[in-house]
């Protein structure tokens, strides 16, 4: 697949909301805008066309996306691109500093998550979920474990590949994955990792050694929820 890239420029934001060098005001100017993050969340694993991203933000106009992805671009944090083949068509992806911004995606997530106010049971989208299996891996329990693993999310297919304690994502099916999740949307997949859900009941079904599946669920937990 042959990508054009095609960039824009646009004025600095810095000091356009607080007038404050600190690095963390400058971010929040960059990605602070309602939906922005969520976009440079769901081009983590790589470009996607326009449609394809607002099918994954519901709640997002045409408006709202078309203005937030100029403005990402003009930032330099995504880049438009054209994809030949097998049809031409418009992809928007991340520049190497914006894939640089997922630790904070991560860690968000992850400090987020041990609020007592958070509801796992909200809509879910493919990518956000992939991104969570990488934010709640148990480091020390996947320690020698090594798998492949294949998710179809609706059409959305994805390949997991643990290892080192780690579990890089990427898009696409596996050539002989280990295991196969597949369920229609990411929320029972959700509900089965983190809600010790059984996958009937949610119409989850999965490929492979049942041992293993077993032991790859056991790998990913919620962190402890604060009181107030």
């Known amino acids: 697949m042959k990508l054009q890239k ?3 420029k646009a004025e600095s934001p810095h000091g356009r909301w607080y007038g404050d060098a600190c690095g963390t005001a400058f971010g929040l100017e960059l990605l602070g805008e309602r939906w922005s993050l969520l976009i440079v969340r769901e081009l ?3 470009p996607r066309r326009f449609s394809d991203i607002r099918a994954s933000l519901p709640g997002i106009s045409a408006k709202v996306l078309t203005e937030r992805l100029a403005g990402l671009e003009g930032h330099g944090v995504i880049m438009r691109s054209t994809a030949q083949d097998p049809v031409p068509a418009r992809l928007y992806g991340l520049t190497d ?3 640089a911004a997922e630790p904070i995606i991560i860690e968000l997530g992850r400090w987020a998550a041990s609020s007592p106010l958070h509801d796992p049971t909200l809509p879910l989208s493919p ?3 992939m991104l ?3 934010t709640m891996l ?3 329990a996947a320690h020698g474990m090594t798998a492949v693993v294949q998710f179809t999310i609706g059409t959305a297919q994805f390949t997991a590949r ?14 002989a994955p280990d295991l196969h999740f597949a369920a ?3 929320p029972p997949l959700a509900a089965v990792f983190y809600g010790n859900a059984t996958p009937e009941p949610v119409n989850v079904e999965i490929t492979g050694d049942e041992g293993l599946c077993q032991r790859f669920i056991d790998l990913f937990e919620l962190p402890a929820q604060y009181t107030t």
Request: hydrophobic letters at 45%; charged letters at 15%; proline letters at 3%.
């Open 44 to 46: 983590m694993l790589g």
């Open 127 to 129: 990518v956000s979920f």
């Open 138 to 140: 148990i480091n020390d």
């Open 132 to 134: 969570s299996l990488r």
């Open 184 to 186: 229609s949307a990411a």
């Open 97 to 99: 500093w914006g894939y």
């Open 6 to 8: 095609e960039t824009i």
């Open 162 to 175: 643990l290892a080192n304690c780690a579990l890089p994502v990427t898009r696409g099916e596996a050539d």
